[in-house]
């Protein structure tokens, strides 16, 4: 049987999975390390701090991978889900729509690209969600202070109407 | 008029005296289920009820300057008595308004304070200021109908009226808050106004007309119709059982994670949250819950034998449960707890299998965390606090420098005390804080991990020893479930170290615990970017 070589990115990638599949999270980091490509190793580092449970420590590894390559949709992806999951809106939003551009540069190939196409669309719903949300607890924060503001407001002057009343 | 026939106008000054007090300490319940009761959301009320108060004693001598103040008097008491019976129905609406069901305890930081000011002044403004109208208006009865002076018909109805208070405060927080609920105590408080309402209209005229007749219908309405409507909760988590306590409402809900059924208590407004969980089996729950840290002293320890805990904040007993199926082979847990509800136990009995009248699990039911550790003799291997007030701080007795000297008194040599502390990461001012004082209070370095897909953290601190180095010798135990979870802890920015004598140190006497947590919250998710 012939022996097919794989590449550094496949063998990476079946190192990873087996120390993921054993959970030794310090050996799959240590292994991230390992990698000579800034990409490769921010991605890498970016899965084991997701799988790991460190959700702000996937974000803020995605957030300086994609300093290095600011169009990778691998890092964009997890980056928007990401900052989804934590609830911040803005950066959510800032990555979805930088997904959705890089996927429309990206591959061509109708089966590749329509799987992305589908993932930055669902993406951004879910941007959308949490906009709403952000927005409906602003709208909500609004209506707090001018109520409060308000009523103390017209009771102060009730007072004062009151007190000189003779 | 003799004494004796001035006697009915101190008696509806008393009574409302009452009524009002049983409005305010009722208050801070009914605004929970959304805005919890933190010192903020008291504080927001009782300047509401003050400031309603004071208007009220202006607006009430205003009125008494008309020819037949009894009239008035009753009118105030019937209006007060339709807002009154009406509030566990607009509680619901008004502070859904102003906080959205669907948003987060940690989102909603502003909301809390802004948004508690709005629901009580919508909410107790009106009832307040009517039945602050009440003592300049008894003042003019009595000075009128026995030609007394201002100073001593003021001085006795103030005398009455405050002495009603002082009852209607020792009865709604012990007796009529914890026998009937909030609802029965609103509408109750609403009948009664309406009764003392008629009695001061009977006396400025002899026939009572429509008009008051009709306004006491929405009161007989509200018999029927008001009622507290707590907030969802979470979409697919049924309720099971609900309770209200002296100190909080509770539920029990049912749903799924993570593939198992679970059970959760959640308290006042954390409805996206918990202050315990079940499930059905004994032993660690998903990754994400943060009891699972509190089961690795044992394993760091070389122990045999029985392991002694003692649990400060036991609520319905999940810690016992995790340890209980937990624990290395060949060790036996021997567990006390002290939880402060009553109520919370109750339902902890009753749905998330917690032992009554087990001599090696002992609960302290109705105690406060500091007190029962004081009345603790023997030596613990473990103490874990897991203390909340308000969902959201720990309480600031509970986590100060004399108090974590006192915990490391009451550890055997090598034992272990683990703290959970709500925050954003391991640079959150509220962990940094606690950390830094649990390190100084047991003069040992602390260890912070930060728990996997959570935004809890839990604080490791021995006495005379230092925890294992993450991921150094000693971490690792023998037993692949544990080390799955250990290793998740040991990759760099799970961990933090905190050393003794680092200022600044929470204390007895100085403890800004709230403030920090404020702070926390404001800064929110920018720590979350910002550093480990």
Known sequence: ?166 | MSARGSAWILAVAGLAGACSMTLELSAVRLVAPWFGTSSAVWTNVIGVVLLALSTGYLLGARLSRGTRPERSLGWCLLLAAAATAWLPAAAGPVANWFRPSEVALDEAADLLQWGSLACALALFLPATLLLGCVPPLATEILQRSQARSAGDAGGRVLAVSTLGSIAGTFATTYLVLPGLGLTRTYVGAGALLVGIGFLALSRGSRTLGVAPLLLALPVLGAVAGSRLRAPDASTGWPLLDSAESAYQTLRVVEGEDGGRRMRRLQVNEGFDSFQSVWQENTGFLPDDYYYNLFALPPWWSEHAGVWRVFVLGLGAGTTWRVLEGALPRGMELKAAGAEIDPAVVALGERWFDLPRGDPARRVLSGWDARSALRLRTEACDEIVLDAYANQMEIPAHLCSREFFAEVREHLAPGGWLCINVGGFGLSDPVVEAVARTAADGFGRRLLALRVPFSRNCVLFVRAGADPPVPGGKGWYSDDDAVDARLSALAIEGAWRWFEPGSAPLLTDDENPIERLQRDSIRRGRSLWLSAP
């Open chain 1, 1 to 166: 049987m012939a022996f097919r070589a794989l590449t550094p990115a496949a063998m990476l990638a079946i190192s990873m999975l087996a120390l993921a599949q054993s959970q030794r999270w310090p050996d799959a980091l240590r292994a991230a390390d390992a990698q000579s490509d800034p990409l490769a190793r921010s991605r890498a580092r970016v899965e084991v701090f997701y799988a790991a449970g460190d959700l702000p420590g996937a974000l803020r590894e995605a957030h300086t991978g994609l300093g290095v390559a600011r169009e990778d949709p691998i890092l964009l992806r997890r980056a928007c889900q990401l900052s989804t999951a934590l609830r911040i809106p803005e950066l959510a939003e800032e990555y979805a729509g930088r997904l959705a551009h890089s996927v429309a540069m990206g591959d061509p190939d109708p089966v590749k690209g329509g799987w992305w196409r589908g993932e930055a669309n669902a993406l951004e719903r879910e941007v959308r969600e949490l906009t709403r949300r952000e927005g409906q607890l602003e709208r909500a924060a609004r209506r707090a202070r001018a109520t409060s503001l308000g009523v103390l407001g017209a009771l102060f002057l009730a007072l004062i109407a009151l007190a000189r009343t003779r």
